[in-house]
Each structure stands twice: as structure tokens, then as C-alpha cells.
């Protein structure tokens, strides 16, 4: 009896042990799994952050060089959607800011530091010239000037606005005309003509909107100004 009692005690061990051995071997096979997804999600994560493209202020392609200010401007869409102006990842103007109109929408900043320093907007088909003219007139030396039109910035642009803007570096602005989309960043007090322009021509035979020619738009690195 004694014998019998002792072999089932070591059957009932042996059980025992192989059930935990059991147990121990299939828990660890599920935890290296665990691990194992883990780390595999880990890894896929990092690559993925890794192989995402960088963002630049303004959502420009590429960085501007150390004593550049990045900027990116669109025109207005026909009537409907107003023009949009960003320097240094601020935007200036915007139809969301609610601080853009019809004619010629101006935002200055300082050539030094890229602060804003006004935002305004003339209307250049049912307004007058000459707070525009007056407007141009003050804007001191080193200021960086970028215009951009909604709608109509042309119909009561006078030859002296024209000349007056030429004056910041534009080209295109003498042949601006009804309903033209166009672009333009220079500055007061600038020697050269700016590389930073783009002008549509409205034109029933290639407009994209009746009456209107597509969005323009521009980005592109202005150099700090100097002392």
C-alpha cells in the first residue's frame, strides 16, 4: 500500500511539473510575440517618422538660407476666394483673418526682422486711387512689400500707383489690367528689379473661371536687409 501510495505521489509531481512546464513554455511563446509585434511596430513607427518629409515655415518646398525670410503667396480666385500672404510662417492676410478685399491687398514688414508692420486693401474697381497713392508714398526705405489682387486690382490703378510700384521692383504692374491675377514681393528703396513676381492676363479663350484666369502663386526666400 505504501508502494502504491508512493508511486501515485510521484505520478501526481510528474503531472504537475509537466503541466507547468507546459504552461511556462506556451506563455513565453505568446510574450515573445508580444514583444516581437512590439518591437516591430516600434521599428515601423520610427521608419515611418523618419521617411516623413520635413515641413519649412510657410509650407514652402525647401529651407531658405541663414538671413532669408520665406514667404508664400496666392492671388484671389475669381470673386470668391480671397488672396493669401505669409512670411516667416505668420500669415499676414487671409481670407480666414478676414483682413482681405477686393483691388490690391498689401502686407509690409520690416527688412530686418520680418515683423509685420501693416496689412491693407485697396479696392481698385469701385474705390479711389489716392488713399492708395498716399499709402505707397509713406512706406519707408528697407520694407519688405508684398501685393497680391482679389477680384479686380486694376480698373482705377493710375499711371502714378503704376510708377510707384514699379519703383518697389515690379515689371509687370504697367501691363496690369482688368480682372488680371497677379503677384509681387519687393521692397522700398530696392535697385533692381524683383525676381519675386507672377502675373495671369484674364482672357476669356484660357480663363479657368468665367471672367477670371487661375490662382497665382509664389514662394520664395527674401534676403535680410543689410546695415
Not at 47 to 60: F, Q
Not at 76 to 83: E, H, K, L, Q, Y
Request: aromatic share 8%; net charge positive.
Amino acid at each position: 500500500m505504501r508502494v502504491a501510495g508512493a508511486a501515485k505521489l510521484v505520478v501526481a509531481v510528474a503531472v504537475f511539473l509537466l503541466t507547468f512546464y507546459v504552461i511556462s513554455q506556451v506563455f513565453e511563446i505568446k510574450m515573445d510575440a508580444s514583444l516581437g509585434n512590439l518591437f516591430a511596430r516600434s521599428a515601423l513607427d520610427s521608419a515611418s517618422r523618419s521617411t516623413k518629409p520635413p515641413r519649412y515655415k510657410c509650407g514652402i518646398s525647401k529651407a531658405c538660407p541663414e538671413k532669408h525670410f520665406a514667404f508664400k503667396m496666392a492671388s484671389g480666385a475669381a470673386n470668391v476666394v480671397g488672396p493669401k500672404i505669409c512670411l516667416e510662417d505668420n500669415v499676414l492676410m487671409s481670407g480666414v483673418k478676414n483682413n482681405v478685399g477686393r483691388g490690391i491687398n498689401v502686407a509690409l514688414a520690416n527688412g530686418k526682422t520680418g515683423e509685420v508692420l501693416d496689412t491693407k486693401y485697396f479696392d481698385m474697381w469701385g474705390g479711389d486711387v489716392a488713399p492708395f497713392i498716399e499709402f505707397l508714398k509713406a512706406i519707408p526705405d528697407g520694407t519688405i512689400v508684398l501685393m497680391a489682387t482679389y477680384d479686380d486690382g486694376a480698373t482705377k490703378l493710375s499711371e502714378e500707383a503704376r510708377r510707384l510700384i514699379a519703383e518697389l521692383g515690379s515689371t509687370s504692374i504697367t501691363s496690369l489690367g482688368f480682372r488680371d491675377n497677379w503677384v509681387f514681393c519687393g521692397g522700398k528703396g530696392i535697385k533692381t528689379k524683383s525676381p519675386f513676381e507672377q502675373h495671369i492676363k484674364n482672357n476669356k479663350d484660357t480663363n479657368k473661371y468665367e471672367g477670371w484666369p487661375e490662382v497665382v502663386e509664389m514662394e520664395g526666400c527674401i534676403p535680410q536687409k543689410q546695415d
